[in-house]
């Protein structure tokens, strides 16, 4: 029992980081529906099968700071590391969505290949 027990811990999320994932998936959806729920929960599971939660707030810190303006925002945006670290973690999401999502009805913002993501300014331009 206790071999399942650490094993289950041992890429678990805070239930509060999970809920803000699936609150912040389901915006970027447009979407309160029980479907988006359960597509962005199914999407933090897989994630979360595939990244420690250090891991996990390591990435979420390097996509968010990327715009940030000024010497500091070169760590997060122009480093090797950071373009590794958001590659993978886009890769990983990016399959996760996938998986998650029926007939590709994934969120809004979604990763490129240059490690940028597309979305609300994208549309802007249809």
């Known amino acids: ?8 811990q041992a890429n678990d999320f805070p239930t509060v980081d ?8 389901m915006a970027l959806k447009n979407s309160r529906k029980y479907e988006t ?6 999407t933090i599971d897989k994630i979360a099968a595939h990244l420690s939660y250090d891991e996990f707030v390591e990435a979420d810190s390097y996509v968010r700071m990327r715009n940030a303006r ?7 945006r122009s480093s090797d590391k950071a373009r590794e670290i958001r590659k993978r973690y886009f890769n990983i999401k990016d399959q996760a ?11 809004i913002v979604a990763s490129t290949d240059n490690g940028a993501e597309k979305g609300a300014e994208d549309k802007t331009g249809e």
Do not use: D, H, Q
Not at 18 to 25: N, T
Not at 70 to 76: I, T
Not at 97 to 107: H, L, Q, S, Y
């Open 97 to 107: 969505e996938t998986a998650c999502f029926p007939m590709g009805n994934k969120p």
């Open 37 to 42: 729920l359960y597509s962005c929960a199914c």
């Open 18 to 25: 999970r809920v803000l994932f699936i609150e912040e998936c």
């Open 1 to 8: 029992m206790a071999l399942f027990a650490s094993e289950a």
């Open 70 to 76: 000024g010497e500091r925002g070169g760590l997060f």
